[in-house]
């Protein structure tokens, strides 16, 4: 058996490695496009994390059964053409939960006590020069609207609410109307009612720069934008405009339109805009569970089984996908 690794986001494949190192599988890491092209034509598996998994890849893997993402989202993969090709796609839902909601939670509490400012101006010798107050705000009793009330929307809603926080979401695919203390309203009742707005959705073609001018407008003033999803979510050329005017107090993010963004990038001469380069999932212990459960997903597709976590379900009718 031969599986293809397009991508990987930590130091090395050693757990890759010893998973499957009693199962006589060929692992070969691809080290770039026109290598994975190459590598995938005669492969039975791919593991792919960042990468984009497009029509081209899935084609030349004359081959290939399964698609493994090591993650969450899977808009990095053209899912019609894996279904009509009989290739199964799966990811793993669940495994750094905890890790985003708490990178959300973290750029909120350091947008709203200024500490990345502040702790410049310090260290530049400026510790008189702080101007105290002009836009802290206490965070207990504020509003937090929550975009995607799914699994990480609503671990963040739960560590929110132990600061005090108010929490009101949005989400049209739950039949909720209120879940545990918090109030599931239209997406112009969150937008323009949040002190603090936070996306936990994927991005899909509805969802492709959901906040824009007009979203924007809406915002109150002095509110906080944070996006731990997909940098497609938000309009960048409009968030730019927006933050000429001011009106917004900061802004974090942790994914970006481009995901390799250049220091010239327009965002980043605002001061109040945060960024980091998409590393909510991480922690050691998230990271190292991704690994061990996305090649035992792989390998149990590949050996007959249903995976636990099956994308394209409507792949289970095609002629060639015999799974049990
Ligand atoms: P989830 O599937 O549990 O929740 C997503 C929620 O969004 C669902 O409840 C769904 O109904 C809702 N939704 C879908 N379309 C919507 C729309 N148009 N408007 C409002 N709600 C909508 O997913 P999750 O685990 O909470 O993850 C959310 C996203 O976070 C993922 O899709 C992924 O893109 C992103 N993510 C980022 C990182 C990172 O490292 N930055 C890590 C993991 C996940």
Same mark, same amino acid.
């Given at each position: 058996m031969k599986i293809v690794i397009? !991508?990987?986001?930590?130091? =090395?494949i050693d757990i890759e490695k010893e998973y499957f190192m009693s199962k006589s599988v060929d692992i070969n890491i691809a080290t770039g496009k026109d290598d994975l092209l190459n590598k995938i034509e005669d492969a039975d598996g791919l593991l792919f994390c960042f990468e984009d998994i497009n029509e081209d890849v899935l084609r030349s893997g004359?081959? +290939?059964?399964a698609a493994q993402r090591y &993650?969450? &989202?899977? !808009? =990095?993969?053209n899912i019609k053409v894996a279904t009509e090709l009989g290739i199964v796609v799966s990811n793993i839902p669940d495994y750094c939960i905890n890790e985003v909601s708490d990178h959300a939670l973290s750029m909120i509490l350091a947008i709203n006590r200024m500490i990345i400012p502040d702790s410049k101006m310090v260290k530049l010798g400026k510790w008189n020069d702080v101007k105290k107050g002009s836009r802290v705000y206490r965070l207990k009793d504020a509003t937090l609207g929550i975009i995607g009330f799914g699994r990480i929307g609503r671990r963040l809603a739960f560590k929110a609410k132990a600061l005090g926080l108010n929490v009101i979401a949005y989400d #049209?695919?739950? =039949? %909720?109307?209120?879940y545990d203390d918090v109030n599931i309203l239209s997406f112009d009742e969150v937008i323009s009612n949040s002190d603090i707005l936070s996306l936990h959705v994927p991005l899909t073609e509805e969802t492709n720069h959901l906040i824009s001018n007009k979203e924007l407008e809406k915002m109150k003033k002095d509110a906080i934008l944070i996006n731990v999803s997909r940098g497609g979510l938000i309009d960048e050329a409009a968030l730019s405009k927006y933050l000429d005017n001011g009106k917004i107090r900061g802004v974090g993010l !942790?994914?970006? %339109? !481009?995901?390799?963004?250049? #220091?010239? =990038? #327009? +965002?980043?001469?605002? %001061?109040n805009v945060i960024v980091t380069p998409h590393t909510a999932f991480f922690s050691q212990e998230s990271s190292q569970e991704l690994q061990i459960r996305s090649c035992k997903q792989l390998y149990d597709v590949l050996n007959g089984k249903i995976p636990e976590f099956l994308i394209n379900p409507d792949v289970l009718d095609h002629s060639d996908v015999n799974l049990i």
């Amino acid at each position: 058996m031969k599986i293809v690794i397009s !991508d990987y986001a930590w130091p =090395n494949i050693d757990i890759e490695k010893e998973y499957f190192m009693s199962k006589s599988v060929d692992i070969n890491i691809a080290t770039g496009k026109d290598d994975l092209l190459n590598k995938i034509e005669d492969a039975d598996g791919l593991l792919f994390c960042f990468e984009d998994i497009n029509e081209d890849v899935l084609r030349s893997g004359k081959k +290939l059964k399964a698609a493994q993402r090591y &993650g969450i &989202g899977v !808009d =990095n993969i053209n899912i019609k053409v894996a279904t009509e090709l009989g290739i199964v796609v799966s990811n793993i839902p669940d495994y750094c939960i905890n890790e985003v909601s708490d990178h959300a939670l973290s750029m909120i509490l350091a947008i709203n006590r200024m500490i990345i400012p502040d702790s410049k101006m310090v260290k530049l010798g400026k510790w008189n020069d702080v101007k105290k107050g002009s836009r802290v705000y206490r965070l207990k009793d504020a509003t937090l609207g929550i975009i995607g009330f799914g699994r990480i929307g609503r671990r963040l809603a739960f560590k929110a609410k132990a600061l005090g926080l108010n929490v009101i979401a949005y989400d #049209p695919y739950i =039949n %909720e109307k209120i879940y545990d203390d918090v109030n599931i309203l239209s997406f112009d009742e969150v937008i323009s009612n949040s002190d603090i707005l936070s996306l936990h959705v994927p991005l899909t073609e509805e969802t492709n720069h959901l906040i824009s001018n007009k979203e924007l407008e809406k915002m109150k003033k002095d509110a906080i934008l944070i996006n731990v999803s997909r940098g497609g979510l938000i309009d960048e050329a409009a968030l730019s405009k927006y933050l000429d005017n001011g009106k917004i107090r900061g802004v974090g993010l !942790d994914v970006m %339109e !481009d995901d390799n963004p250049s #220091p010239s =990038n #327009p +965002l980043f001469k605002y %001061e109040n805009v945060i960024v980091t380069p998409h590393t909510a999932f991480f922690s050691q212990e998230s990271s190292q569970e991704l690994q061990i459960r996305s090649c035992k997903q792989l390998y149990d597709v590949l050996n007959g089984k249903i995976p636990e976590f099956l994308i394209n379900p409507d792949v289970l009718d095609h002629s060639d996908v015999n799974l049990i």
